[in-house]
Every structure is written in C-alpha cells, then in structure tokens.
C-alpha cells in the first residue's frame, strides 16, 4: 500500500482489532447476564483495557500525536484490585502472538506503564496537528447484553477526519445481510459468522474485512445502496430513547413514506451498518438542547459513510465539526444518508423539529 496514510490506517485497523479481541474476551468470561455498570462490571474492564492497548499502539508509531479518548486512569490509580485486573487482560492480550507485540512495540511494560498510557486520552482537541480519538467501548448496554458495540478510532488532522476505523464483533460478516429486528440484542460472534472492521481514508472510499486475530483479513470496498423507493428505505436510531428522541424519527419516517419500522442498535455500528448498505438512513435527533456529542462517538463513522457514498451532517445541514474541542459544540443531532437522498432527508427533519419547536 503506498497511499497518503497507508501506515496510520495498518496501525488503527491492527489496534482495533487487538482491541476488539480483549472486550470479546471480557464478555465471554465475565459480562453474560451482567446489566451493572459498577466499578469492577465487565464495561470497565474492557473499557479501560480497549484504550490502553489502543493507546500503546499508537504511542508505539506515531509517538508526538496527541489523543483524546473517553476513559482516564485516575479510577485505577486509587484502586489497585481493579487496576490489577485490566492489567491481566491487558498483558496477556498484547503478548499472546508475535504480531500483538509487534504492534505494540513495547510500549505496555508493566501496569504503571498502562496507567501512563490511558491518561494519555486527556487531549482537548482542537484545530490544529495530529489528534486521534478513541471510543474504546461504544455502545455500552449493547455490550452488556451481547448486542452491538463498536471498538472506534479516528485520526483527526488539522480538525479534518483523515482515517476511520470501526470494529463490530457483532454485525455479521456478510455485508449483504440485512439489518434485523433483534440485531440489537444476543448477536454474539459465537459460530464465526460475526465480526468485521470497517475502515476509511478520506479520498480514498471505505471498506469492510472479517475480523480476525492476526494479521489483517483482506478487506473489500463497501458503498451505501441507492435508494430508489423511499417507502422501501430502514432507518437506524439508538436503541436508548434518551440518546435520540425515537418519536420525532417515527414522525420523520411518516413524512418520507418510509413503512418499515426503524432498526434500534447501540454504538457506531449504525454507521458501518448504512455504509456498507445493510441500512439507509441514520437519524440522531436530539433530545436536549445543551446535550453536545462526544467526537470519538462519531468521528470514525462519518468518514466511513462519507466515503461509501454517503453525507453526514447535523440537523441544520452543517457538515459535523470535529475542530472545536472534545465535543460537537458546533453541531446538533446526526443525519446519516445516501448523498442523493440526503436533501430529502434533511427537509423532513427540519418540517418535524420546526413543528416540535413551534
């Protein structure tokens, strides 16, 4: 590969994967019927373990880049059980093959070192140099319940998003598999048909390989599908009424004659979904007004539904700002759609959100 950020996107699709591959270990051994979101709860772990071998990757390779991801160390430093738990994970995971310890180049040497790396995510973001953010478990209570969650990283230059990397270990592998109702719940990848990366270099599309545990799978180019019957379309939203305001989307949906019901899934998994066309439309509406989006909850799935052919804009038909800080204070709610359709999209969220304001 000798493109413009060929070695960031190897890097970010190896860490993510060697990431995806501890979470799976922490639900299989410890999260089944586990609903708590207390200290020591599998989320934590895998949460707290996802970013520092993230992290270590990318301090391996790209050392002066600045980092801005969700989790701080501050919890593990006052608490030695739990941060001796993630260290476990953490160890055995980046050290159980040649390629693990190749990509990490070291740089998780024992737990000091790993507390050292996850209080790395503490970048303010901003406009300006190299910025990567992380989500290292997206999609919390999908997690939790064996639904969809999503192990993010984006890198951000000068404000713009230049690589995305999701990875899904629930969504299927066939990228022709349609969204389904029960996507949002008991999909884990037991059977091996589960698991996949989806990846983005701006200019340069976007694509989908299995999820593996070594080297790379080779991956295909994905492209949202045109719509051509709007009644016909789906639509994802979260599956918390509390992340997106579930009854304006079904007014949204009435307006365009869309008769299917929407398909509610955690995590960014609704973009990798919509880009590879499983889905059409994404709507994030929100659901109050001083609520600002997190960018290492949308960073990666923009690029990647901007480069399958897709637009992704806020509900004023702003393009997202991920310049401004650790969050969107530049942009409200998320509208996710084939560039074609967008337009249309865009008017009958704005008729709806107009008639809910007046």
Request: hydrophobic share 40%; aromatic share 4%.
């Amino acid at each position: 590969m000798s493109s413009s950020f060929a070695k960031e996107l190897e890097v970010a699709q190896l860490a993510v994967q060697r990431a995806t591959i501890l979470t799976k270990r922490v639900f299989h051994n410890s999260a089944k019927g586990t609903v708590s979101k207390d200290d020591a709860s599998p989320v934590t772990v895998g949460d707290f373990g996802a970013q520092a071998l993230i992290i270590a990757a990318l301090q391996a390779n790209f050392p002066g880049d600045k980092i801005v991801a969700e989790e701080e160390s501050d919890t593990l430093r006052s608490n030695a059980a739990l941060r001796d738990q993630i260290w476990d994970l953490v160890r055995t995971t980046a050290l159980d093959d040649a390629a693990a310890e190749a990509l990490l180049g070291g740089a998780v040497k024992d737990a000091d070192a790993m507390l050292d790396l996850i209080g790395l995510g503490n970048s303010k973001g901003g406009a300006s140099g190299r910025i990567w953010a992380i989500d290292p478990i997206d999609g919390t209570k999908g997690f939790l319940r064996g639904g969809q969650y999503a192990v993010c990283l984006a890198l951000m230059v000068d404000g713009d998003v230049k690589v995305g990397v999701l990875g899904c270990p629930n969504l299927p592998v066939d990228d022709a598999a349609p969204l389904t109702a029960d996507i949002g719940t008991d999909q884990t990848d037991e059977g091996g048909s589960r698991g996949v990366i989806f990846s983005a270099v701006l200019g340069q599309g976007a694509s989908s390989r299995p999820l593996g545990t070594g080297a790379l799978a080779e991956g295909k180019p994905i492209a949202m599908k045109p719509i051509t019957e709007m009644a016909a379309a789906s639509f994802c939203e979260s599956v918390e009424a509390g992340h997106s305001n579930q009854g304006e989307s079904a007014q949204i949906a009435q307006k365009l004659g869309i008769t299917r019901p929407s398909v509610r899934m955690d995590s960014q998994a609704k973009y990798g979904s919509i880009a590879r066309g499983a889905g059409d439309i994404y709507l994030r509406l929100p659901t109050s007004k001083t609520y600002q989006e997190k960018i290492w909850d949308h960073a990666a799935g923009d690029l990647i539904v901007r480069e399958a052919g897709g637009q992704v804009t806020d509900t004023t038909g702003s393009r997202l700002d991920f310049s401004v800080g650790r969050t969107l204070a530049a942009n409200r709610g998320v509208i996710a759609a084939p560039a074609a359709v967008h337009g249309q999209v865009l008017k009958a969220v704005q008729e709806v959100l107009g008639q809910a304001a007046s």
